[in-house]
């Protein structure tokens, strides 16, 4: 089967197509032959080398979800049969045109949708959900406030959190055509931090914030909170390092959760799959909830997507395409 | 009735005793002539003019817990009878003769205790049983990390976790005698911070910390928890101020919570109390749960009780008794 491989570290000149075994499914794993694929900043830094594969997952092959058909059944499996449209997260490996997983883990791609759509669920939409749910308990009535919103992740927020009640939902980009566009999928509050800081902007306090951007926005992250709020920290984009003053974090009894989703148990990848599919997925089909593709791209023109994320200006999911 | 008063912001020497107007309780409120009484660090800050009182209690009187008797029913209320003893937080006013709460809010003093071990329980073990039970979700076999251990609140904790089923309480403190009185309420492993920070003591990483240090131990408390450990804020005795990386915060998906028992609305003060009443009161009729009473004073000697918490010299709950 073709794969993409990053041959060492560095720039998009490290990655290249090749050829490898064709694996097969163990017991209870599946093998699905991709169709589509997400593009996830985890693949960036996995380049860059600053971010190994989980142990269990191919080391130099990225890819952290897919969109495809069940092709082979592993003994002992029983959930899927060949041929079911599947959907999924893996710890790596998934821009290839085979991929194996636990039959568990894969989830069903919603009926009437296409690859192209479904590869730009798994990641964006689980981590949504997981960290609006059960990390942030969000209540009907919260006002959230999504950093980084025009991301495969903020688009897919912004969905997520008025579809489980949020009674506002407030957005920062540095892009105003990111914020344009994230207000037909359910955006209250377009925050443009070009020029003005974020802090500055929000009147009234936030029960949740999604933060992507870290270190620099801790402290102005804390001070907006309003009483028991919760921040989720999902990514670094801008360091990890900050200066803060805790003293919001006991006054206001505030909670700060971090959360990744790759190095996650089998367990815990289950759990979740689960609640997913009985509870967000029928939202997809009742159009309450939509995959955001901002791009698309042949899997050979993966180096192409990598440098559209890394300039900042694709909109919701960058996708590549299996021909 | 005579109370104590802050006349004033500042040293011991604001502190006077006075008569007032004894209290006449409303509805569904009780009337509780005091015995005895805690002091807390909190105490020290309102008489420094840097934490007052929250809206609806005494601005003046401090004291946020007691142990007494029933005085007086106010109309409607039928939970307690007159004569009955009964412990609990208030917002403040408790260095007074009498104390008015709802009825809901007050403890039944176990069977056959005094006064000042009473006294000796609602703010330490309220505190350390909300933070490990609800804040930390401690689950049996937690290693389970107590800063400044010998305080009224870390001995309460470290008996609490123990009770709650950790495997192994840790416990800091830069005072040897504290560490060696704190093992026999059931603290594994005492750490002397007088000349070596924590960090470098503790080899293997622990999934709950209860911290009243603040913004000097943060980077090395999160350094020191496991994957899904929990890091709970309980004060901020070195200050709040800050510098960390907070990459540990997603890498190990910690979750950080800060807490504080007195600005709680009376619903969440009923929620916990009841708890506590139904789960914990028992554990000390059967002497899983001591009180831990340092030093007790008359109530006209209270300077020289908050003299002796500035010392950090007491080990335990200080106590202030009415004669």
Known sequence: MRVMIYEGAGGVDIIHMR???TPVPGAEHIRVRVHATGLNRADLLQRRGNYPAPAGWPANIPGMEYAGV??????GSSQWKV???VMGLVGGGAHAEMVVVHEAEAIAIPAGMGFTDAAAIPEAFLTAFDALSTRAHITRGDRVLIHAVGSGIGTAATQVARWLGAS????????????????????????????TPFREQVNDPVNVILDVLGGSAFADNLAILAPLGRLILLGFLTGSATTADLSPVLRKRLTVVGTVMRTRSHEERVELVQEFAAKVLPAFSEKSLRPVVGAA???????RAHELMERDEAFGKIILNWD
Not at 70 to 75: A, I, K, R, S
Not at 178 to 190: E, I, N, Q, S, W
Request: glycine share 12%; hydrophobic share 35%.
């Open 297 to 303: 791209f042949p899997m050979s023109e993966l180096g």
């Open 168 to 195: 506002c939902v407030l957005g920062t980009s540095r892009t105003q055509s990111k914020l344009d566009r994230t207000l037909a999928y359910g955006l209250d509050v377009a925050i443009n931090t070009a020029n």
């Open 83 to 85: 041929g079911d449209g």
């Open 19 to 21: 050829d490898v075994p």
């Open 70 to 75: 069940v092709d082979v059944l592993g003994p």
